[in-house]
């Protein structure tokens, strides 16, 4: 069946970077764009950024430039988001999420969702 | 920026309707989708495209979108349907925009 499993809890120091993987299966890898959304605390879902997985381009949303990079590698059908400068506000769970219609993502929904990561931000 | 505005809670009893609306700037003109999440899980998309539903969605949940608003419909309610609601669109300036989410209690 299609899954995205994701990696486990994460705690990091302030000002440190953290990396989590999302590894896909049931389906092909390459042909489906896969978003990263988090939530905090008893907080809302939020955007973070696009990548397609198969040339790897990215669009991410503006709250997050020049601190989020997201990666891929087709060998193992993963994709990686990897946030630096990480502060007290980072606190948050973590997804990756499929979209709904192979080859598009605009108006694309958020079909498969990992289980989510949750990331703590303390010193 | 593109906001998306859900009210904070709504309240029904077992067997009856609850209508979730998300308002957005002529939101009648974007394809609007919505997700369920109960507490400690991941979020599940319920309706996309306005209207459609993904398989082993039930019936009772439909959409509909017109003007500045679009709602969620949940007929014959059961206690399983108690979670946090979320809208969703794509703006072409604002990039993936969710609504504030609403809370579903039954009654």
């Known amino acids: 069946q299609v899954q995205l499993v994701q990696s486990g809890a994460e705690v990091k120091k302030p000002g440190a970077s953290v990396k989590v993987s999302c590894k896909a299966s049931?389906?092909?890898?390459?042909?489906?764009?896969m978003h990263w959304v988090r939530q905090a605390p008893g907080q809302g879902l939020e955007w973070m950024g696009i990548?397609?997985?198969?040339?790897?381009?990215?669009s991410y949303a503006q709250k997050f430039q020049g601190r989020v990079t997201m990666t891929r590698d087709t060998s193992t059908s993963t994709v990686y988001m990897e946030l630096s400068s990480l502060r007290s506000e980072d606190t948050a769970v973590y997804y990756c999420a499929r979209v709904l219609v192979a080859g598009d993502y605009a108006d694309n929904a958020f079909d498969i969702w990992g289980q989510g990561t949750m990331v703590t931000v303390s010193s | 920026s593109y906001v998306l505005t859900q009210p904070p809670s709504v309240s029904v009893a077992p067997g009856q309707t609850a209508r979730i609306t998300c308002g957005g700037n002529?939101?009648?003109?974007?394809?609007v989708h919505w997700y369920q999440q109960k507490p400690g899980q991941a979020p599940v998309l319920v309706v996309y495209d306005d209207s459609d539903r993904p398989s082993g969605i039930p019936e009772r949940f439909s959409g509909s979108n017109s003007g500045n608003t679009a709602t969620l419909t949940i007929s014959r309610v059961e206690a399983g349907d108690e979670a946090d609601y979320y809208c969703q669109v794509w703006d072409s300036s604002s990039d993936y925009v969710f609504g504030t989410g609403t809370k579903v209690t039954v009654l």
């Open positions: 990548i397609n997985p198969s040339g790897g381009s990215t």
């Open positions: 049931g389906y092909t890898f390459t042909s489906y764009y």
């Open positions: 002529n939101i009648g003109s974007k394809s």
